[in-house]
């Protein structure tokens, strides 16, 4: 595996499963990720942890993920879908220790 890419598996909202590789150098959010890889994510509030509209679940590699912050949190409490496995995708740095991370894209489309 190259230095500073890892791969991980993006389970479209249709169930889709699609392994993408990700530049862990460039300093991007998951949800600028999934963006430039052309899934569908809104992110009204951009990126800002305001409007959940990049609602993940993470199906494999939560451990290897850093802890919410409040405001992640606060805003995953108003998502009625939300349980322990999910993140907002802005939230979200990627590193090399993320290889083969899995996760569902989940947020809202409208």
Known sequence: MEENVIHMTVVDR???ENTIEVPTDVNL????????SEYEILATCGGMALCATCHITVLEGMDH????????????????DAD????????????????GLKIKIRGALQ
């Open 14 to 16: 249709d169930g889709t």
């Open 29 to 36: 959010s998951l949800m600028e990720i999934l963006k430039a």
């Open 65 to 80: 993920l850093p802890a919410a912050n409040d405001q992640e949190l606060d805003m995953l409490d108003t998502l009625p």
């Open 84 to 99: 322990n496995s999910s993140r907002l995708a802005c939230q979200l740095h990627l590193h090399n220790d993320n290889n």
